[in-house]
């Protein structure tokens, strides 16, 4: 088992993106959160790093056409791109969720395209994305699959996909889209036979100004502000078949996204480690400077074993993250322990966040101390990608079997 | 034994539970928004007894005996229900008002009573980590530093200080005109006019030291006894309030073909939060019919500690009710156009403010074994 090797590109990795989220993340984090804008500037950077548009992990490469096992040349070689990813959103979400999330969101979109996509969508893909907007700003991309009333249970979709002629017509409404009211392009998941359950859910390639796609209203959130979120409806939106992705493959519909989902569970569970540590990092120096009723504060119990257990908390959760990723690097079913990852990861990035805020007292109140900051980010991780209820049943099933209710 | 409100209790829970909401609710998300109260709050309050409950009523107040922390205790657990950031304004000035009646001089009486009769607000604020310089000067006080960020500190005209010279603690009331004073924009409680004081070898004259030494111990912890039970009944409101919303919104939201509500998983959470509130209910209460029977140094020190013991728990409770109202909510729970991301925000300062509790109690047992 090699997830605890020091490997040299795991660790350029970690380097090269610690030192962006520090010096170029860290500085501009507090104004995009109080201002709840997208960091526009930082996400054109970040694209020349090739950071932006495509997963971190394997969008990039998979968006070229080339397959990840086929790049490899041999399918049961172990790949390395999953624990990249982890490594990688560690650092940037240490520096900021919110622009990590700012900079990885087209990411969403882009891995069913590379994922299901044939060569045309994948062109067209990139096309849509190419050069910036009207405002200068990079072109985004958006997944579109929640719905108002499909929050955990995404088998429950009412955005409807009807055949006309060489077209669909896509009705319904999206909440809390990643990228919704700026998007160049969406992947909009919609049901194109309701008789057929989840196997007639599909992804469509629908590019910005297609009559009928209407971005909607931004939501101001808790957290994670630089990342934003919106609603998009579709009213009588017209699609040509050929943007309908998994055609001519064995897809499963809605299976496909689910496995799609538990993909990334590693990755955002890193991205809860990356706060933590954080959180955790700005307590261990405020505690080196400080003095508690004149004695130096790392000499008090209550502060230190408190950073101790921050400390084993969050050396659990990268492990939990790096091992889930190792998996899937090395073709293993990882589904429970992406669960397992994800789910404790995001304990451990809100149970850190909360204890630092009641060590620092009355100084981390103002609204945009780091620290306060980060626990209002930390929220989405038990939220998003699966609710913790939902990764616990994830968990469960894979135990016992059954779903419990 | 008995558990039971009395008439007067219950009138007093009821009037208040009936402002919050009818008003308190209806202007929470606005004066959250806008960082600020609404200039109808103190109208209103006013009229229900609020800002002069703790003056005395020769000096311009309402108060005519001795003061019942437990009627405020029951009101703080309506008033949590509603708005923290409102609450607070309208509990900020019974710390000042008791003290300054208790231990100040004609002097201080004078200029803080004249001051809260005319419309005027006091805070409370704590030194707990003693990073303020305090010397005497003479039979008063100087001060440099920085007081803050506490509620009500943007507009106060006193601020109650619970400090240390060396090895003595005081207790001051200081004046805020003349100083520099920072509005300060916090994540929670935002309708509460946050503020700092930088004070830079400010004198306070000998009038407004409303103790020094052994008495300012025993006056500092009858203080902090009376905040802290106000604040852990405001807490158990918060914490009331988002089980509320989770539960209305667990019961409609249908997920799998049921009621999110009906699954076990979510059960437990409120289940939890709903016992951790009522846990914490009992101990405010009980912390303030102590803090209303203290006579003596035992009784002084049983109330001090019933009343960190419930801020402690408040503290854990109301923060853990509150993420978990948002994580019921799921998304919904994450956006502002539902209240319970605000609660989860306003939860807390209930643990940040006047200090790390946990280390006061160590400290206080340190005490006990005359370490």
């Known amino acids: 088992m090699d997830i605890f090797h020091d490997n040299p590109m795991l660790t350029g990795v970690r380097q090269m993106l610690g030192a962006f989220a520090k010096q170029s993340i860290r500085p501009i984090a507090v104004k995009h959160d109080r201002d709840e804008s997208m960091p526009w500037d930082l996400m054109k950077m970040a694209q020349g790093f090739g950071m932006t548009q495509t997963a971190v992990v394997d969008g990039r490469k998979a968006l070229t056409g080339k397959d990840e096992d086929g790049e490899s040349g041999n399918a049961k070689k172990p790949a390395s791109q999953a624990r990249i990813g ?65 929050g955990s249970d995404i088998s429950g979709l009412s955005t409807t996909a009807r055949p006309d002629g060489d077209h669909f017509v896509i009705n ?15 992947v909009v998941w919609a049901n194109t036979d309701p008789t057929a359950g989840r196997a007639g859910v599909r992804g469509f390639i629908v590019g910005r100004g297609t ?33 309908m992705l998994g055609v001519g493959q064995s897809s499963e519909g809605l299976s496909d996204t689910k496995k799609m989902l538990d993909s990334t569970r590693p990755m955002v569970g890193a991205q809860a480690v990356g706060i933590a540590r954080a959180a955790f990092e700005y307590l261990v120096e405020r505690v080196q400077g400080g ?9 008090h119990q209550r502060v230190a074993f408190e950073l101790a257990e921050m400390e084993m908390e969050i050396q659990a959760a990268r492990a939990l993250v790096h091992k889930a990723a190792w998996m899937a690097d090395h073709h293993m079913d990882n589904v429970r322990m992406a669960s397992i990852a994800k789910a404790y990861g995001a304990k451990v990035a809100q149970d850190v966040t909360s204890r630092a805020l009641t060590l620092l007292g009355e100084e ?41 209710t | 034994m008995d558990f039971a409100l009395d008439d007067e209790q219950t009138l007093i829970a009821q009037t208040v539970r009936r402002f919050v909401d009818k008003d308190v609710r209806a202007w929470a998300a606005d004066a959250d928004r806008a960082g600020a109260a609404p200039p109808r709050l103190s109208a209103v309050g006013g009229d229900l007894g609020f800002f002069l409950d703790a003056v005395p009523e020769a000096s311009g107040g309402l108060l005519d005996g001795p003061y019942s922390h437990l009627r405020r205790a029951l009101r703080g657990l309506e008033l949590g229900r509603g708005c923290a950031g409102m609450a607070a304004v309208l509990e900020t000035n019974v710390e000042p008002a008791l003290a300054v009646g208790r231990w100040g001089s004609a002097a201080a009486r004078e200029a803080l009573f004249a001051s809260l009769a005319g419309g005027g607000l006091a805070t409370t604020a704590r030194d ?75 004198a306070v004259p000998a009038s407004m030291v409303l103790a020094r030494g052994a008495a300012a111990a025993d006056a500092i912890t009858e203080v902090l006894t009376w905040y802290k039970v106000s604040l852990a009944a405001r807490a158990t409101g918060v914490a009331t309030a988002g089980m509320e919303h ?18 076990e998983s979510l059960i437990r959470l409120r289940d939890d939060a709903d016992t951790g509130a009522a846990a914490v209910r009992l101990m405010a209460l009980h912390a303030a019919w102590l803090a209303d029977r203290v006579v003596d140094g035992p009784t002084r020190a049983a ?69």
């Open chain 1, 86 to 150: 982890v490594a990688g959103s560690e650092e940037l979400a240490y520096g900021c969720a919110g622009i990590c999330l700012a900079i990885g969101g087209s990411g969403l979109a882009a891995s069913p395209v590379s994922r299901m996509g044939n060569e045309e969508q994948k062109q067209e893909f990139r096309k849509l994305l190419k050069g910036d907007d009207e405002k200068g700003h990079i072109k985004v991309a958006a997944m579109a699959l929640s719905e108002p009333s499909t």
């Open chain 2, 128 to 202: 707990a980590r003693g990073t303020l310089d305090v010397t005497r000067d003479g039979d008063g006080l100087r001060i440099t530093g920085k007081i803050g960020p506490v509620p009500a500190l943007a507009t106060a005209s006193h601020v109650l200080l619970a400090a240390r010279t060396g090895d003595e603690p005081v207790l001051a009331l200081v004046a805020t005109a003349g100083a520099r004073r920072e509005a300060v924009a916090t994540s929670g409680w935002r309708a509460a006019a946050w503020g700092s004081l930088v004070l830079e070898a400010t």
């Open chain 2, 303 to 371: 109330a001090h500690d019933a009343a960190s013991r419930a801020r402690v728990l408040a503290g854990d409770v109301v923060d853990r009710a509150t993420v978990d109202a948002v994580q019921i909510l799921g998304g919904y729970g994450f956006v502002n156009d539902y209240p319970v991301e605000k609660l989860m925000r306003d939860a807390r300062a209930f643990a940040q403010l006047l200090g790390d509790e946990r280390f006061d109690r160590i400290l206080a047992v340190r005490a006990q074994q005359g370490a």
């Open chain 1, 211 to 243: 009559p009928g796609l209407v971005p909607g209203r931004k939501e101001t959130k808790l957290g994670i502000r630089a990342s934003e979120t919106a609603q998009v409806h579709f009213e009588d939106c017209r699609v040509h078949k050929d943007m």
């Open chain 1, 291 to 299: 003095t508690m009723q004149g004695t130096p504060m790392a000499n």
């Open chain 1, 172 to 186: 319904g409404h999206k909440q809390w889209i990643t990228n919704g009211a700026s998007a160049a392009v969406y």
């Open chain 1, 364 to 404: 981390a109140l103002e609204s945009g101390h780091p620290v306060e900051k980060w626990y209002r980010d930390a929220k989405i991780y038990d939220i998003f990608e699966g609710t913790g209820q939902i990764q616990r049943r994830i968990i469960a099933r894979s135990i016992f079997g059954v779903n419990p």
């Open chain 2, 246 to 263: 989770a539960r209305k919104y667990a019961d409609e939201r249908i997920q799998f073909g049921k009621p999110i509500g009906t699954f």
